[in-house]
């Protein structure tokens, strides 16, 4: 079966029309990819979300009793609320030889080019199959591709390796941090302010923990030193802090949200069990003299893991011959390449567009950067049947 072609700008339209911002439901744009490659005799299976809302989907092409190469990307885009867009957002708008729409770097481009190979793919008598692994809700902390990655070896095939199409200018990255975040809250006693002492100040303990992550933050800009990243060291930061009631009553209330931005190896067990340690030893006595019900609960709210390849790594070697590039580099933003590397497929990023461009007001991506991709994956083709 053979369907009509399309060209990789008017994929990217099509793409682009779906609002897929993480908070609304990816099902139709993974039907029309299902149904285009159902055009071309590739069968697709939709990974549905437990609320039926959501779904990745995983097809393969060429033989399946053979290791192939997974391209992995993302159908969810950051929300374009508060921003000032000179056009729409969800309308592919061309100008100077940049294609402007919400999803063009990040990462639409790269699954455009993806389908556009479709025909080449079926085209070809593949001795390594193809898979294609587009999943949901990355954006919010990779959450869609884990269900998928969990099939992998069981009722899915594992993949040989895998390349990752975030946005990278087409050159290799084969390391980034992991965003590790946590919610923490503090419970306390409300009281009257004038009688400060009977109540227990959740704002005052929780500024207590935010000294001790500054502490630790310090000590992490000196013992990560890595200099393929920018900045060279593990990151943590406070992204969210609420509490209080008013300003006559004692509050009984704080939450915090901290993340840390890990790089490879760090011992982020470690750094929470030292900060629930402090919390138990410099918190919680002061507070339970007073209040014996108060609490601080720490919990980690979502993980991605850093990521970091073998350089001497067949999918590394490859992707540097399919991308003419002799060396790699290490990007400071995550990606699911982590997952599928833990999950026994080894990964590698690779894709078109800019960085720099991702989650902004009036994204673009240079039409010269998906003519790249779409070589690298004639390559990819050549490769596969060989």
Request: glycine residues 8%.
């Amino acid at each position: 079966m053979h369907g009509p072609t399309h060209s990789t700008k008017e994929l990217l339209a099509r793409l682009v029309a779906f609002d897929t911002t993480s908070h609304k439901s990816n099902i139709e744009i993974q039907r029309f990819i299902a149904d285009y490659l159902a055009q071309h005799g590739v069968a697709a299976e939709l990974i549905t979300s437990d609320d039926g809302e959501k779904a990745s989907l995983f097809a393969t092409i060429g033989p399946h009793d053979v290791g192939g190469v997974a391209l992995s990307g993302h159908t969810d885009v950051v929300p374009v609320t508060g921003q000032a867009w000179d056009s729409d957002p969800f309308h592919l708008t061309e100008k100077d030889g940049r294609l402007y729409g919400r999803g063009t770097t990040d990462m639409k481009g790269y699954l455009a080019c993806v389908l556009c190979a479709v025909p080449d793919f079926k085209r070809r008598t593949l001795k390594a199959p193809i898979h294609l692994a587009f999943s949901y809700d990355e954006e919010i902390g990779c959450i869609g591709v884990r269900p998928m990655i969990a099939r992998l070896g069981r009722d899915l095939p594992r993949p040989r390796m895998v390349f990752v199409g975030e946005p990278t200018s087409m050159t290799v990255v084969d390391a980034h941090k992991g965003p590790v975040r946590w919610q923490a809250t503090i419970s306390g006693r409300a009281a009257h302010s004038s009688m400060a002492p009977l109540g227990v100040n959740a704002i005052h303990y929780a500024s207590t923990l935010i000294g001790e992550l500054a502490a630790i933050e310090a000590e992490l800009k000196e013992s990560t030193i890595d200099p393929r990243f920018d900045p060279p060291y593990a990151t943590l930061q406070v992204t969210e802090i609420d509490g209080g009631t008013a300003s006559n009553i004692v509050p009984v209330t704080c939450r915090l949200g901290f993340e840390i931005r890990a790089t490879p190896g760090l011992d982020v067990e470690a750094i929470e069990a030292r900060l629930r340690r402090f919390a138990e030893e410099r918190c919680l006595p002061g507070m339970r003299a007073v209040a014996p019900e108060a609490d601080i609960d720490i919990h980690q709210s979502n993980r991605v893991p850093p990521f970091g390849a073998d350089r001497s790594s067949e999918v590394v070697t490859l992707a540097m011959k399919l991308a003419g590039h002799n060396s790699t580099h290490a990007v400071s933003y995550a990606t699911e390449a982590g997952l599928f590397q833990n999950g026994g497929a080894p990964a590698v990023i690779c894709g078109p567009g800019d960085i720099s461009q991702a989650h902004t007001a009036n994204e673009w991506i240079a039409e010269s950067e998906l003519e790249k991709c779409s070589a690298f994956m004639r390559r990819l083709a050549e490769w596969a049947e060989t």
